[in-house]
Structure formats: C-alpha cells, structure tokens
C-alpha cells in the first residue's frame, strides 16, 4: 500500500490551501482514512478522519471550524482543505490509512490504529 501526500507549502496566516493523499495498492473506498500531522519537537497528533464510505467524519478540536476532510473513492483520493490558518498549524502532515477493511469504530485519535501512513508534506504558515 503507498500513500501519496501533497499540496503542501508556504502560506501566509489567515490563507488556505488543500492537500490531497492519492492511494494504491488496496481498495481505498474499504478503508477510513485520515489526517495527522507533527509539528518540529513535537508528537504527531490527530487531525481529521473520515469513514470509508465519506459519510461521517471526525474533526480535532484545534481545527474544528477551519479544516474539512474529504474524499473521493473513485478517484483514491484523500483531501484536506485547510481555511483560517494560523501559525500554530505548521506542520509535517500525514494521510494515514486506518486498520480493517469496511471497520468504522476507532479510537480515531490513536497511531495504533494507523497500518500504513504517507510519506507526510510539510505545511508552513507565516505570521
């Protein structure tokens, strides 16, 4: 299974941007997907989840508001469409595939229920 990450870069606070995570390798509409990312000197935290058939989704509180996560099955495609940012949101993010074919229940927060993660793209907002 590999997991493509990117759309990453350079914004200023306040602007947007969208990452995507192409999959392969699996079937992705089987699988719930998500977000975390890791901030320098930091541990990776949870960002966003969404269930394998897109229906439901789980967002942190840090980001609630701001960000949205989104998928698109037929294209095996991850998206995460970042609003409002702000300097504390700078950060390496992953997509992360969760473990269990058609499972939902998760302790979405938790890395262990994570079995394959992207390679991550980095995020920087300036203030």
């Known amino acids: 299974v590999q997991l493509q990450a990117s759309g990453g870069g350079l914004v200023q606070a306040g602007g947007s941007l969208r990452l995507s995570c192409t999959a392969s390798g699996r079937t992705f509409s089987d699988y719930t997907m998500g977000w975390f990312r890791q901030a320098p000197g930091k541990e990776r935290e949870f960002v966003a989840a969404i269930r394998y058939n897109g229906g439901i989704t789980y967002t942190a509180d840090s980001v609630k508001g701001r960000f949205t996560i989104s998928r698109d099955n037929a294209k095996s495609t991850l998206y995460l469409q970042m609003n409002g940012l702000k300097s504390e949101d700078t950060a390496v993010y992953y997509c992360?595939?969760?473990?269990?074919?058609?499972?939902?229940?998760?302790?979405?927060?938790?890395?262990?229920?994570?079995?394959?993660w992207g390679q991550g793209t980095l995020v920087t907002v300036s203030s």
């Open positions: 992360a595939s969760y473990t269990g074919r058609l499972r939902w229940y998760f302790d979405y927060k938790e890395l262990s229920e994570i079995d394959y």
